[in-house]
């Protein structure tokens, strides 16, 4: 404790006198109802003890950071031009991208699948229609895959970079498309690095590229935990998401809450498969959880997040090892993307540099928050992308922000925001708990309403002025000037590739179910369907007899529709 | 328009996009409004679009779409409502609609476009406004 009982009673009646004496003075003299900005004092901080409470960086637990001090840097983005090679990317068939990649000389793979892809339709699909490589590359068989990998040819082997593919529902097909390249090209898959996002539940929440109701969905999630561990012991198994449900509306809170009761259910798969804890968490990793313009309550939230974890996996599950006591991959204060206007859309500068700021002050590197032209378009431009690089160099090392861990550590004002919200994170988890867990609140749509309602809430804010966002509901008067740009250099996404993709991949995939050999695609299909009805089967072998048979994502996933049905959402609203 | 006579709405997400935050603000924003909405969930077709605007009976339809589909989709529901009888019915766009796709959209039957910070009751107004008698 910092302060004994006695000094905080001083400070407490200090403060009280404060308020009926300057303060309400200074009201009073001018007209104020209440005051516009707050004090804080260490009697906020009651008995506050520093190492139950915050502790060393990188030790229990890991208020500041998850590591003793920042990692090395590697692999950063040096110019303009990396920093969007090594994006999230993707577009067309996968040749456009291949072309693409192979231009910017990228080294790993960051994948964006067309929504066909990630909801198991493949691109002739009815349903498909108007979507084939639009937010992403057509995938529709190995021989996708095996041709987009060729932007690696003669630079690097599949065992020396690692794929990142933010797939979902489809995630192990994806997976065993990986490791057939892999042995394509006489490389061991059990070198593959990676990181397939594989997070089904926040796909119900918030995303939306289900395909299978929970329970199955989570039985494939199992299946990749264990497969990963006996055989891709180098590849992430999972990426467990914030981001998407801060997006979609849920509060600070709430997205802690659900992202962090979403991760116990699957680190309870692993644990009734049989796996030691400490041998399989190891491999969690977590997606950032967005953030939103409210500086400081993100400092508070990206503390919080390391603490309540640190304590779910120290105490709920035991695990021993303190390396799987922390939010691998989670960072610090990020922006919230959702926060950037389309309205003078340079402001978005502003807001990322806050944000950036905010990063360094909650353990991080400062950044310079995502490029300003975001909310303009699919992509960023490399003039953006520039601003947002040296953004960040210039709070590095000018500001020299990042060159003390946690500076806000002790602030009477931040250890009391980081309390209050993990009081209430932990108080939407226990009522989680009791509805039987992440799945459960999920089935009865319980999680989807809550953040629906936040959404709203949000959004009247915005429209009643209660939450200004400048210059689109205040500040928009006809005195002041919409400063906009347009693209300077053009984006490198050709719109004319885009727009005839899907007549492209459509010929490819007719002449993939021309030249197989259907007879072994029907069994293999067969097989899939046997072994998915066993529970106890894990799916992998048989997805890549499928794959090496060229069978198709849609093909593969009916057979796993029939077994398994197909997710119907609740009705939330 | 006869102001006592309430408006139904349907607000439906063709296609596969996911991002459905807009769409259900709107729908419980119209509700405020004193509208009857009544939200389709995702991955509609056109068709199950043109089926439920039927059955509900509506006076609107709202077509929101972040996936760059709109151009394939938001025509054909306007093609098939025609087909059904339902040709009156004031059918509006939302979601991720550049500016230059526009245009070509009104050609096709979508009357208005209503993309990211417009607010609902501007929307509310100009349903009162234009939608058929």
């Known amino acids: 404790m910092l302060f004994n009982k006695r000094e905080l009673s001083r400070i407490s009646r200090a403060k009280r006198e404060w308020q009926e004496g300057p303060l309400r003075q200074q009201l009073e003299r001018f007209g104020m109802e ?91 699909d009815p349903i498909a229609r108007g979507e084939v490589g639009k937010v992403g590359i057509a995938v529709d ?52 690095r990676g990181t397939p996002q594989n997070d089904i539940l926040k796909e119900f929440i918030a995303r939306g590229t289900y395909i299978f109701p929970p329970d199955p969905s989570m039985r494939m999630i199992r299946d ?65 959880f967005s953030g939103s313009m409210d500086f400081f309550l993100e400092i508070a939230r990206a503390r919080a997040a390391r603490r309540i974890w640190a304590r779910i996996m120290k105490d709920r599950f035991g695990a021993k090892n303190p390396r799987n006591w922390i939010t691998s991959g989670l960072g610090s204060a990020v922006e919230g993307r959702y926060c950037y206007t389309t309205q003078r859309p340079l402001n978005n500068l502003a807001r990322g540099i806050i944000m950036g700021v905010a990063a360094a002050l909650s353990g991080g590197r400062p950044s310079g928050g995502v490029p300003y032209d975001e909310p303009l378009g699919l992509g960023h431009s490399y003039e953006a992308s520039q601003l947002s690089l040296d953004a960040a160099r210039i709070m590095r090392h000018e500001a020299k922000l990042g060159e003390v861990i946690d500076p806000l550590a ?107 050999d259907n007879r072994q695609v029907q069994s293999s299909l067969k097989a899939l369907h046997r072994a998915a009805q066993d529970k106890n089967e894990n799916l992998m072998p048989y997805f890549l007899d499928c794959v090496k048979a060229y069978a198709t994502i849609g093909e593969m996933c009916n057979v796993l529709r029939d077994v398994f049905g197909e997710w119907e959402p609740v009705d939330v609203l | 328009m006869d102001r006592d006579r309430i408006v139904r709405v349907l607000i439906a997400k063709p296609g596969l996009d996911g991002h459905d935050r807009g769409a259900k603000v709107l729908t419980l924003g119209l509700r405020d409004e004193g509208m009857e909405v009544i939200y389709t969930g995702l991955r509609q077709t056109p068709e199950k679009v043109v089926q439920a605007a039927v059955q509900e009976d509506v006076d609107v339809v ?34 991720l609609i550049p500016e230059e796709d526009v245009p070509r959209l009104k050609e096709k039957g979508i009357s208005a476009v209503f993309t990211s910070g417009t607010s609902i009751h501007a929307i509310a107004e100009y349903i009162r406004q234009n939608v058929a008698p």
């Not at chain 1, 000389?105 to 960051?110: E, K, M, P, S």
């Not at chain 1, 708990?433 to 804010?461: C, D, L, N, P, T």
Request: charged share 25%; net charge negative; glycine share 8%.
């Open chain 1, 224 to 288: 990749t935990i264990t497969y990963c561990n006996k055989n891709l012991p180098l590849l992430n198994p999972i990426s467990i998401c914030g981001y998407h449900i801060r997006e979609a509306g849920a509060t600070a809170a709430q997205t802690m809450a659900f992202t962090f009761s979403n991760a116990i259910a699957y680190v309870q798969l692993g644990i009734d498969a049989g796996l030691d804890v400490d041998d399989f968490v190891r491999r969690f990793t977590f997606l950032n």
């Open chain 1, 141 to 192: 068989t190995l021989r996708d895959f095996d041709v987009l990998y060729q932007f690696l040819d003669g630079m690097a082997g599949l065992d020396q970079t690692a794929s990142n593919f933010t797939i979902n529902a489809p995630c192990n097909i994806i997976l065993a498309m990986y490791i057939a390249v892999a042995e394509k090209r006489g490389v061991d898959p059990t070198r593959l």
């Open chain 1, 410 to 516: 002790g602030s009477y004002y931040v250890e009391s925001l980081t309390d209050q919200v993990e009081q209430e994170t932990l108080e939407i988890m226990r009522r989680v708990e009791e509805m039987g867990g992440s799945v459960e609140a999920i089935k009865s749509g319980w999680m989807q309403r809550e953040v629906a309602r936040s959404a709203y809430q949000f959004h009247r804010e915005v429209e009643n002025g209660e939450r200004v966002i400048v210059g689109l509901n205040r500040f928009t008067g006809d005195n002041e000037l919409n400063v906009s740009t347009s693209r300077l250099a053009p984006h490198p996404y050709d719109p004319r590739k885009r727009e005839d993709a899907e007549e492209r991949q459509l010929a490819n995939l007719a002449q993939v179910k021309k030249e197989r």
């Open chain 2, 62 to 95: 709202g077509l929101s779409c972040l996936s760059g589909a709109h151009n394939e989709l938001f025509p054909r529901v306007v093609e098939l409502l025609r087909e059904s009888g339902k040709e009156d019915s004031l059918v509006l766009g939302g979601g």
């Open chain 1, 34 to 124: 209440a005051p516009p900005a707050n004090t804080y004092t260490p009697a906020d901080l009651g008995d506050w003890d520093f190492l139950e409470k915050v502790g060393l960086p990188g030790q229990y637990p890991f208020t500041s950071l998850e590591h003793p001090t920042h990692l090395p840097e590697r692999g950063a983005a040096v110019s303009a031009v990396r920093f969007v090679a090594g994006a999230y990317a993707g577009y067309g068939t996968v040749e456009d991208t291949r072309d693409l990649w192979r231009e910017q000389g990228r080294r790993g793979a960051n994948v964006a699948f067309d929504l066909p892809t990630q909801c198991g339709y493949d691109s002739d």
